[in-house]
């Protein structure tokens, strides 16, 4: 249920957008939120209200300025919400998911610093409570060890991501009724030399390791490619905090996160 709710404010955000746009809507200043009040994080009017300003306000096809916007915006808000620190966790992770959904890595790491929270103003429950939060992000954020992977791929081979030589890897979670899915990959062996320059490692979401067999032949894909029936709960998706498809890795030799890409563009930004 949760990577539904993830996927349908996906959809929400990116259709509403336009509304938005068109509506011109000023800005939120939030001057009339008693942030003090607990029951905000029960609240759907104020999850609404965060989409419209954190979300749709900001949107604009220049990224670089959308993740600019969204710091801002956001460093507004948890300034406020830092008077009752049960509001600015469930803001804080709100944030955390929605942003991680939308690929916007920098406006991640700008969360995972806690915005506008100073030494001494939180007690040690508080931060143990923010770093529960936050570990997840943390452990696949850029620059951070890719988690290990050792399994059997859909065709029975050993591998092990620790145990690879692969200058480069490219990591993939997918699903196969997903054609944006799809189209990335597509897009990536196209474009990219998963033979010598790059190795290809996907996890799938399917009703069966069938179903994926049929998808990577029908696509020409080379290298690694997995499927547990445990799907969501497997031990991939879960060490690499994975919330919706598809969300993609890029490893470097040492097996550091060195890009999360949020489609084939803006890979081929950080290509170049």
Not at 34 to 47: A, I, K, P
Not at 213 to 224: F, T
Not at 237 to 253: A, K
Request: hydrophobic share 40%; net charge negative; proline share 2%.
């Amino acid at each position: 249920m949760k990577k539904i709710i993830h996927i349908t404010l996906a959809l929400v955000l990116l259709l509403s957008s336009l509304w938005m746009k068109a509506q011109n809507v000023v800005r939120e200043t939030w001057n009339d939120v008693d942030f003090s009040d607990t029951t905000l994080v029960d609240s759907e009017s104020f999850r609404v209200r965060m989409v419209n300003e954190l979300y749709l306000n900001t949107m604009t096809d220049d990224l670089a300025r959308f993740d600019s916007l969204s710091i801002q915006s956001v460093g507004v808000l948890l300034d406020k919400a830092k008077v009752n620190m049960r509001v600015y966790e469930f803001i804080l992770e709100f944030m955390l998911n929605g942003y991680t959904n939308l690929g916007r890595t920098q406006v991640i790491d700008y969360l995972l610093n806690y915005p506008m929270l100073f030494e001494g103003e939180v007690s040690i429950d508080e931060g143990l409570r923010l770093d529960s939060i936050t570990e997840p992000y943390q452990l696949v954020k850029v620059g951070a060890k890719a988690p290990n992977f050792t399994g059997v791929t859909i065709d029975g081979k050993d591998y092990e991501l620790y145990s690879s030589s692969a200058g480069s890897t490219i990591v993939v979670f997918w699903s196969t009724d997903c054609e944006y899915c799809h189209d990335f990959l597509v897009q990536i062996r196209k474009h990219l030399d998963l033979q010598t320059e790059y190795e290809l490692v996907t996890f799938a979401l399917a009703e069966n390791e069938g179903e994926v067999k049929q998808a990577v032949k029908k696509m020409h894909l080379p290298g690694y490619h997995f499927y547990d029936e445990l799907r969501w709960d497997s031990k991939a998706f879960l060490d690499y905090h994975i919330t919706s498809t598809p969300t993609v890795f890029v490893l470097d030799r040492n097996k550091t996160i060195v890009c999360k890409p949020y489609d084939w563009q803006d890979l081929k930004n950080w290509l170049k």
